[in-house]
């Protein structure tokens, strides 16, 4: 198929882009990669009457670390945050994310702030985010906001930007600190397909080895990417063994409400939670403890 007819608008700067989403609103949508929008317009599943193509707007391209976070522009692509020493080195967790989303191909063209806005409840940024504790800088006419992670995602596909916002912008704060290590595992049926869940995992031990912070997020079990928060209780000042991340895999398992497809049923995405929990967490410990060494 073919997309629907559309008015195609190429502003020059963010202001210019904003003016366009205002007069526009829900009839029009952001170009960034395109590797999602496009295809959905191909199908006529998303059928814009104007598309705003923002790739022009050079100074959303930018990857910068100021004031203890990472800073990812609305048109840095994935490959650029793979490759980037700023995210590589501060947030290793979304550099780790980055490099299991589809194929090379796809994350020279993709961005990383297009993915998160997608809201796609199997993607990994999303979840690589949200276990970083990351925000969307949203900007419109009206001005600027941040929004958390846990905040920004409302269900598949669907977000917190109102319709005359743009998501200029992923803010991370920095997680490569001593005593800090992360993970981001999935399980796909083939290379570069959408996992059928993923774990994303940072873990913080405190000087005598216990828990001093752990955060885990999942992507391919729920509505929408989730923290498990028990799971994250029940590490708290524990000192980590193999007893206590089956625990912590049981209880983000149960926090999951996945629903079952060809791909696999319900149940097995549900022991796949449980599973990629605890292989993200065993590998996040292990690489904190490397840093205390």
């Known amino acids: 198929m073919k997309p629907a007819p559309f008015a195609y608008l190429a502003p020059?700067?963010?202001?210019?882009?904003?003016?366009?989403?205002?007069?526009?609103?829900?009839?029009?949508?952001?170009?960034?990669?395109?590797?999602?929008?496009v295809r959905l317009m191909n199908t006529r599943l998303a059928t814009p009457s104007v598309l705003i193509d923002i790739n022009r707007i050079g100074e959303l391209a930018a990857i910068s670390r100021e004031n203890g976070a990472v800073r990812i522009g609305a048109v840095a692509r994935q490959r650029a945050c793979e490759?980037?020493?700023?995210?590589?080195?501060?947030?290793?967790?979304?550099?780790?994310?980055?490099?299991?989303?589809?194929?090379?191909?796809?994350?020279?063209?993709?961005?990383?702030?297009?993915?998160?806005?997608?809201?796609?409840?199997?993607?990994?940024?999303?979840?690589?985010?949200?276990?970083?504790?990351?925000?969307?800088?949203a900007r419109s006419s009206r001005g600027e906001r941040t929004i958390a992670a846990d905040d920004f995602f409302t269900g598949p596909f669907t977000s917190a930007l109102a319709p005359d916002e743009l998501a200029v912008a992923l803010r991370i704060p920095v997680t490569a600190a001593e005593r800090t290590g992360s993970a981001f595992v999935e399980e796909s049926r083939r290379h570069g397909e959408l996992p059928m869940c993923g774990v994303a995992a940072v873990v913080t031990l405190d000087g005598d080895g216990a828990v001093a912070q752990a955060r885990i997020a999942l992507c391919g079990v729920h509505r929408r990417p989730i923290r498990a928060r028990d799971a994250e209780a029940a590490l708290q000042s524990e000192h980590p063994d193999d007893e206590l991340l089956q625990a912590a895999g049981a209880l983000a398992a149960s926090a999951a409400d996945p629903v079952g497809d060809c791909h696999g049923s319900a149940a097995f995405r549900?022991?796949?939670?449980?599973?990629?929990?605890?292989?993200?967490?065993?590998t996040a410990i292990s690489r904190a403890e490397e840093r205390n060494a």
């Not at 020059?12 to 929008?37: I, K, N, Y």
């Not at 549900?270 to 065993?282: F, Q």
Request: aromatic share 2%; no cysteine; charged share 20%.
């Open 12 to 37: 020059r700067s963010v202001d210019e882009a904003l003016a366009h989403l205002a007069e526009h609103g829900s009839e029009a949508r952001p170009l960034a990669g395109g590797q999602s929008l």
């Open 83 to 137: 490759t980037s020493p700023d995210v590589r080195d501060g947030v290793p967790v979304f550099a780790e994310a980055v490099r299991q989303v589809a194929h090379p191909s796809v994350r020279r063209r993709g961005t990383a702030v297009g993915s998160v806005a997608f809201a796609d409840p199997s993607a990994e940024l999303p979840t690589a985010l949200l276990a970083a504790d990351g925000e969307v800088v």
């Open 270 to 282: 549900r022991h796949l939670a449980a599973v990629l929990t605890r292989r993200a967490l065993a």
